[in-house]
């Protein structure tokens, strides 16, 4: 299995040792992670842990929610294309908008998130993009600059901003709050999306599925996730974990 957004840096799974999360994941199963940074600083740290681990590979940018601290800081621009050269970085995000929040000014987020898609795009990677209550925005920001390849994460929206996704040909990723019993939009967003166009994630260590919820999430738990895709499309799980590890290994450029 592929989880394809995780925070393994992040605490509080940062206490116990990365080999201790990552050989749990490889027991269930797990034989890629993408370990994913939400500004520079942490940036510098998810990209030693890829070249440490085998199994984890980098995303690095800047979150909606840190918008505010790089708006006008060339030097990140600058260290977050240089790490995008990088062996291991596989993608930029995650990125985006959050509304819900609004940890930083609409207008603020929306140009680093614009300044961020430039810079994927001339570096030709794949967007792991954050929406919280911004589908308008974001949908126009990405049509406007013609994004290729872009996954919306932890996804939840209902049938017609799924539609939109899927006929712009971005991926939708799922994560263990599908598990949760009044979680009904994300349940149907499930079933309504062609299992070509879904990968999974943990969010570790966010977003722990049922029966972990409310507890630590990791990598471990992936395997929970694919698990209930599986109940709702009403397939078995290997077909599940064989379609959504294709679909993330051509996402990532790592055919």
């Not at 393994?8 to 749990?24: D, S, V």
């Not at 890829?50 to 790089?70: D, I, L, Q, R, T």
């Not at 994004?147 to 901003?161: E, I, L, S, T």
């Amino acid at each position: 299995m592929f989880d394809t957004h995780a925070h393994i840096h992040m605490e509080p799974l940062a206490p116990e040792t990365p080999e201790t999360i990552i050989n749990r994941a490889r027991e269930q199963g797990v034989h890629t992670i993408v370990n994913v940074a939400t500004n520079v600083i942490d940036a510098r740290q998810v990209l030693e842990m890829a070249k440490k681990f085998p199994e984890v590979y980098a995303a690095v940018g800047v979150h909606p929610h840190e918008s505010e601290k790089y708006c006008n800081d060339v030097g990140a621009l600058k260290e977050l294309e240089y790490m995008l050269s990088q062996d291991k970085v596989v993608a930029l995000g995650e990125i985006g908008l959050d509304y819900y929040k609004n940890k930083a000014a609409p207008l603020v987020q929306k140009q680093v998130f614009e300044w961020q898609i430039r810079l994927a795009l001339e570096n030709d990677k794949p967007i792991i993009v954050h929406n919280r209550e911004a589908d308008d925005d974001v949908y126009e920001i990405l049509k406007y600059y013609k994004c290729p390849a872009a996954v919306f994460h932890c996804y939840g929206r209902g049938k017609d901003f799924t539609r939109k996704i899927l006929d712009m040909g971005w991926l939708i990723s799922f994560t263990g709050n599908i598990t949760f019993p009044k979680n009904k939009q994300g349940q149907e967003a499930v079933q309504y999306t062609p299992l070509d166009k879904i990968m999974l994630e943990t969010d570790c260590p966010f977003m722990a599925p049922v029966p972990y919820r409310g507890k630590v999430c990791e990598p471990a738990h992936i395997h929970l996730v694919a698990e209930k895709v599986a109940e709702l499309k009403d397939i078995s799980v290997e077909k599940v974990e064989a379609a959504t590890d294709r679909n993330a290994r051509r996402f990532f450029g790592l055919d």
